[in-house]
């Protein structure tokens, strides 16, 4: 069984950063996609960005330019560096895997995913 465990939230001002880090265990699939999510209590959970096994990445727009999604060197790390940050990214923001990915960059689409991680909270104060 897959587990995934975020890290690294916390609470910042406007315009600061943050990295998120997700680790998953007995993850070793070779065609897999990783993706982050958040969501806000009372509304629909949102996809921020996904990163397949070939590199190929997807961000939402509304994130584009100031969230960049990686990989560690070792594969089943996935990581989120969030710049120039404002209130209304404050969510709880989950870490998500499909072992088996054939949407390529993936969607960000909470269907397409088997595994989630317990989330991690991130507030950004004005």
């Known amino acids: 069984q897959v587990q995934l465990v975020e890290s690294g939230g916390g609470s910042v001002q406007a315009g600061g950063s943050l990295k998120l880090s997700c680790v998953a265990s007995?993850?070793?699939?070779?065609?897999?996609?990783l993706a982050w999510f958040r969501q806000v209590p009372g509304k629909e959970r949102e996809g921020v960005a996904g990163?397949?096994?070939?590199?190929?990445?997807r961000y939402a727009k509304s994130v584009e330019g100031r969230f960049t999604i990686s990989q560690g060197n070792a594969k089943n790390q996935v990581f989120l560096q969030m710049d120039n940050l404002r209130p209304e990214d404050t969510a709880m923001y989950y870490c998500?895997?499909?072992?088996?990915?054939?949407?390529?960059?993936?969607?960000?689409?909470?269907?397409?995913?088997?595994?989630w991680g317990r989330g991690t909270q991130v507030t950004v104060s004005s």
């Open positions: 990163i397949d096994s070939d590199g190929g990445t």
């Open positions: 998500a895997a499909q072992p088996y990915c054939s949407i390529r960059p993936p969607y960000l689409m909470d269907l397409h995913y088997d595994y």
């Open positions: 007995r993850f070793t699939y070779m065609a897999y996609c």
